[in-house]
């Protein structure tokens, strides 16, 4: 009598650690964009106590998502980085202001490293132009404006953002974009600083667009497998 065998083949182990690992990361992703939307609502709300409160918790549960889906850990440091930055800015005051921009300055050296790694695409000459050429002359039309003590810090900060954001080019479309937000993000807060004309709940605007630019860099750079591998 013949022994029949079955054609199924075992479950293989990879497919178990996959389902434990996309759990636990859609758990995280659904955490982060939670707390965007309540943070983002409570700016124009002016509801203070929910605004101080979710502010520090974005970037550690966006970081902890990144090392979940497996992403690159200096990665996860650039996030954390910014929520040392978000949390000295929230504080108020010279000091914590340079502090806090120094923190998001480690945040891009983080991401410099990464697009030196994993960064395949040649970033064309007239883009590169046009981001110097947008450096030098949004400092150039700020400085006169900037208290005399943050010229120097703000456009040495703005020169690391711009090379960030010229790195992030090399990473795809997605990082490219958060790059670009990134500069939009941080040119807001100087045209405050200056005290130029602000659009309706400035603060609203540039957490969106910082927040955009934190998820595009950390999803572009979670999905490319040179970065993972870094």
Wanted: hydrophobic share 55%.
């Amino acid at each position: 009598m013949s022994v029949e065998h079955s054609t199924a083949s075992p479950a293989s182990p990879a497919a178990p650690r996959a389902v434990r690992r996309t759990r636990p990361a859609t758990v995280l992703l659904a955490a982060f964009a939670a707390l965007a939307a309540i943070h983002l609502a409570a700016l124009p709300a002016g509801a203070a106590t929910a605004e101080h409160l979710t502010k520090p918790a974005l970037m550690p549960v966006l970081a902890a998502y990144v090392l979940t889906r497996g992403g690159p850990r200096p990665l996860a440091a650039a996030l954390l980085f910014g929520c040392g930055g978000d949390t000295l800015l929230q504080i108020g005051g010279d000091i914590a202001f340079l502090a806090g921009m120094g923190s998001f300055a480690a945040g891009h050296v983080c991401y410099l490293l990464l697009f030196a790694k994993g960064g395949a695409r040649r970033v064309p000459t007239v883009v590169a132009a046009g981001y110097g050429i947008g450096w030098l002359g949004t400092v150039a039309l700020l400085w006169p404006d900037l208290p005399a003590d943050m010229r120097a810090p703000v456009a040495g900060y703005s020169l690391l953002l711009t090379g960030m954001a010229l790195g992030a080019l090399r990473a795809g479309p997605l990082a490219a974009a958060g790059g670009a937000l990134f500069v939009l993000s941080d040119t807001l807060i100087a045209t405050g600083i200056a005290e130029w004309p602000q659009a309706p709940v400035p603060q609203f605007w540039i957490m969106l667009t910082y927040l955009g630019a934190q998820y595009a860099l950390a999803a572009a750079l979670t999905r490319a497998p040179a970065a993972s591998a870094a």
